[in-house]
Every structure is written in structure tokens, then in C-alpha cells.
């Protein structure tokens, strides 16, 4: 499932939960721009999702057609197939790199990264009798099963034998802050295929 067809779903969503919303809201939910939510938009109500019509105080509102909620119902499925099948890969990858952490031995390893991975790699972590020093991310704040999340710049704060980049993206550019920032090539694990 690409990012054109996410952002479909999620606009098809908030559609059908506020047919009122503004193009302004929907930017700031969806984190795009108001000129491509207005492209998307335009492009399906070409595609017959959904109408448009004018009411009191210069607003619009937005009628989902039967077309428009058959395409939902299939972007749906779609994300749910597609969440499954990233589980399933990320968990085997999960514990892949972590297996060879453990054969490597490594006893306490440094997350980099936030979110559902970390949460899921704190977890394997646990199973793999593999200490977490902490959580670090490019901008720190917040917290992941309640072990606080602190900022990358702040590395040199904890006590570790690897660390463990957690982001699926840009991980190259991930690898290259950590070894800036004085961490050796030889203690970066990845996740594998990412």
C-alpha cells in the first residue's frame, strides 16, 4: 500500500466522521499541506467518492457516494493486509538482529528510534535477556512503555554495548549521526532488509 493510497483512506475517514471538515482540518490530521488535501479532494470527487455542496457561512459539505464507500472498504482491507504483513516482517526482523546482538555478546544495547518498534524491540529485548539502556530519537520527548524517550544529542548520558537503530527509513543518514556522534560502525544494528 503506497502513501497516495494511506492518505486516500484517511481522507475518505474523516469525511465520513465530519462531512463538514475543512480542508485546513484535514490538513493538520493527515500532517499535509492545504494545497495537496485540496488535490486530493479534487481528484476523488473526479473519481465520483464523493460530492460537494455548498452550505450557510461559505462551508462545504461532502456527501460520500456508494462508490466512495466501496473504495474505503477496500483501502481498509488494504491497510489491514498491508499492517499484517509489516508486523510479521518487522517482528521477524526484530528478532533476527537481536539473535545476533545476543550471539555477538552484547548484554545492554541503546535504542534509536520511537514508537511501536521500540515498543515491540523492548519487548524481544525482554525475551532475549538483552538490557535496554534507553531510548534515544532525533528529537527526544515522550516516553515508550514508560522508559523515557531522551535526544539523540544526549547519547553519551547512557551506558551501552550497541546500539540498535530502530527507524525503517533513511536509515543510512540514522547510521551516520550515530558514528558523527563518536559511536563505531561495528556496534550499529540495523534491522535487517531495512
Same mark, same amino acid.
Given at each position: 500500500m503506497d502513501r497516495e493510497e494511506i492518505r486516500?483512506?484517511?481522507i475518505l475517514e474523516e469525511i465520513e466522521q465530519d462531512n /463538514? =471538515?475543512?480542508q485546513r482540518t484535514l490538513s493538520q490530521k493527515i500532517n499535509i499541506s492545504v494545497g495537496l488535501v485540496?488535490?486530493?479532494?479534487?481528484?476523488?470527487?473526479?473519481?465520483?467518492?464523493?460530492?460537494?455542496t455548498t452550505i450557510p457561512s461559505?462551508?462545504?459539505?461532502?456527501i460520500l457516494t456508494p462508490k466512495g464507500m466501496t473504495e474505503k472498504t477496500?483501502?481498509?482491507y488494504e491497510y489491514l493486509r498491508y499492517s499484517v504483513r509489516f508486523y510479521k516482517e518487522l517482528k521477524s526482523s526484530l528478532q533476527e538482529v537481536l539473535n545476533e546482538v545476543k550471539a555477538?555478546?552484547?548484554? /545492554? =544495547?541503546l535504542l534509536y528510534g520511537s514508537g511501536e518498534i521500540a515498543e515491540l524491540a523492548i519487548?524481544?529485548?525482554a525475551v532475549n535477556k538483552i538490557e535496554i539502556a534507553g531510548i534515544v530519537d532525533d528529537l527526544g520527548g515522550g516516553s515508550c512503555l514508560e522508559m523515557n524517550i531522551s535526544d539523540l544529542s544526549n547519547i553519551d548520558d547512557f551506558s551501552f554495548d550497541a546500539v540498535l537503530v530502530l527507524h525503517t527509513q533513511d536509515v543510512k543518514e540514522k547510521t551516520e549521526k550515530l558514528t558523527k556522534l563518536g559511536i563505531e560502525n561495528k556496534i550499529?544494528?540495523?534491522?535487517k532488509g531495512k
Open positions: 486516500t483512506l484517511r /463538514t =471538515i475543512s485540496n488535490r486530493f479532494i479534487k481528484r476523488l470527487m473526479e473519481k465520483g467518492y464523493f460530492k460537494a461559505h462551508r462545504i459539505k461532502y477496500r483501502l481498509t555477538s555478546g552484547v548484554s /545492554t =544495547i519487548l524481544f529485548s550499529i544494528y540495523t534491522l
